[in-house]
């Protein structure tokens, strides 16, 4: 089955306690971003990648990094999480531009 | 720069009346691609529909039909005969062909309530 998943589903951790939120994609797709939610502002983008090895600021990128060592994986790492930071996290995989996106489950994340 | 605007909030109708949800972008580009998706309660992101920049053709999928027109940059999505099961965000996005590879620009997303 196609899909996109991130790990984990929820999560609260504390002020400046590094954590890593893991994408993993089945579809060979090239291109994965990361989003995130928050009500009213709709899903903005936070880094995007084009292949393995190439990644590129989206919207919103401060106070995150990522990697793409392998195509199928995109990490979404937070080295010092403070609590602007609470939000819903969405990973996505294309084909490419204009293609159909495809999303993994979410994960709610609760920064205190 | 892309842009989405949703400016319907949150909109409340009662089972079985038909409710439009407006859409309208922004684009400098001539190749673009046009989404919905359904937002419901349970918080995963459903697939609706993608629409190119150069099909203007309205689209219908059984109580689903969307109305797309580059004269007014708007690509608005009616739902007839509503459901309490439609009771969602939806979200419109839009993807440009050329410049960076930023993927989706969405909008800030329509809460719609179905009330029973």
């Known amino acids: 089955e196609a899909q996109v998943t991130q790990n984990p589903r929820y999560l609260i951790t504390v002020t400046g306690k590094k954590l890593t939120v893991t994408c993993s994609q089945n579809m060979n797709h090239e291109y994965m971003s990361w989003y995130r939610q928050d009500p009213g502002l709709g899903l903005r983008q936070i880094y995007y990648?084009?292949?393995?090895?190439?990644?590129d600021k989206g919207d919103v990128p401060e106070g995150y990094k990522v990697s793409r060592k392998e195509k199928r994986n995109f990490p979404l790492i937070l080295e010092s999480p403070s609590p602007n930071q609470t939000s819903l996290y969405f990973c996505?995989?294309?084909f490419g531009q204009g293609a159909r996106a495809f999303f993994g489950q979410g994960t709610r994340l609760t920064v205190v | 720069a892309q842009k989405v605007t949703q400016a319907q909030t949150e909109i409340s109708v009662v089972e079985k009346e038909d409710v439009t949800l407006d859409c309208v972008y922004e684009?400098?580009?001539?190749?673009?691609?046009l989404f919905w998706y359904k937002q419901p309660p349970s918080g995963e992101l459903v697939f609706l529909i993608r629409?190119?920049?150069?099909?203007?053709q309205n689209e219908i999928s059984g109580r689903y039909s969307w109305n797309f027109q580059k004269s007014t940059s708007s690509f608005n999505f009616t739902i007839t005969a509503s459901q309490v099961v439609d009771s969602a965000v939806y979200f419109c996005a839009l993807s440009e062909v050329s410049g960076s590879a930023r993927q989706l620009t969405f909008g800030s997303g329509t809460q719609l309530t179905v009330l029973p």
């Open positions: 990648s084009m292949n393995v090895e190439v990644t």
């Open positions: 684009t400098r580009d001539t190749t673009y691609y």
């Open positions: 629409r190119n920049s150069f099909d203007e």
């Open positions: 996505a995989s294309s």
